[in-house]
């Protein structure tokens, strides 16, 4: 057995705590929104985070279809935002969070993965985030 169409992507997104923090659409809020004209399924997201924010804070990452402002802590719970830069985070580590959180994640077209200032100021920080994850399945 093959499978003839499957594809692995990663997208790149840039994060500014800065316009998070104001809120480029909502505060406390950046998102990714699901390109492919079809459900993906996320494998591995990689938070690197290279300036840590000016103060307190701790960032949820998860997927949701209800909207690029909804909360979501499916991926990542509760990261600490002010450790040591540069720091990796990888949703495959289930020391991070609970293990559910390790498992694949499908997503549906146009559908997001947010990221949430969830406590404090993410003034400050700049990272990156990779989300990789299969087209075609």
Do not use: H
């Amino acid at each position: 057995m093959y499978v003839e169409s499957l594809a692995l992507r990663t997208a790149k997104v840039f994060l500014n705590g800065d316009s998070i923090a104001v809120g480029d659409g909502a505060a406390g809020f950046a998102n990714w929104q699901n390109p492919e004209s079809t459900t993906i399924v996320i494998t591995d997201v990689v938070l690197i985070i290279t300036t840590v924010s000016s103060g307190a804070c701790t960032i949820d990452i998860g997927t949701t279809a209800t909207s690029a402002v909804t909360s979501s802590d499916n991926i990542f719970d509760g990261i600490d935002a002010t450790a040591s830069a540069p720091v990796v985070y990888t949703m495959r580590n289930d020391a991070l969070d609970v293990a559910a959180n390790v498992n694949a994640k499908d997503l549906a077209t146009g559908k997001w993965v947010t990221i949430d200032e969830a406590t404090g100021d993410m003034e400050g920080l700049r990272g990156v985030l990779y989300i990789s994850y299969y087209v075609g399945v």
